[in-house]
């Protein structure tokens, strides 16, 4: 069983910063792939970044070079630090684990549906 509590969403401007935790209450954590996805309002839920436990990082196209995804295996926390947010960035942002499916997996649409989710944490950016 795994258990995943998703912190750190807030409202913030155009421009700024948040960074997403993500605690894992798991059994064999560093053995599955991890992967935070978004829903916004009236749209798809997509994936926003993976990580699996060799540590290969996937990314949207529509985040790289402003999301960072990491994981911290002594303290059981994934992270989504993320730079110059923008309006479209707002959405329900969720955390995600599964063993069965790859870092690209999470990119498919329609999204896939990993084993284990967190309740989601709103994201707002304000232009």
């Known amino acids: 069983q795994v258990t995943l509590v998703e912190s750190g969403g807030d409202s913030v401007e155009s421009g700024g910063s948040l960074r997403l935790s993500c605690a894992v209450f798991?059994?064999?954590?560093?053995?599955?792939?991890w992967t935070w996805f978004r829903q916004a309002p009236g749209k798809e839920r997509e994936g926003v970044a993976a990580?699996?436990?060799?540590?290969?990082?996937t990314y949207a196209n529509s985040v790289t070079g402003r999301f960072t995804i990491s994981r911290d295996n002594a303290k059981n926390i994934l992270y989504l630090q993320m730079y110059s947010l923008k309006p479209e960035d707002t959405a329900m942002y969720y955390c995600?684990?599964?063993?069965?499916?790859?870092?690209?997996?999470?990119?498919?649409?329609?999204?896939?549906?990993?084993?284990?989710w967190g309740q989601g944490i709103q994201v707002t950016v304000s232009s």
């Open positions: 990580i699996d436990s060799d540590g290969k990082t």
């Open positions: 798991a059994y064999k954590y560093s053995t599955y792939v």
């Open positions: 995600a684990a599964t063993p069965f499916y790859t870092c690209n997996d999470a990119f498919r649409s329609p999204s896939p549906d990993f084993t284990y």
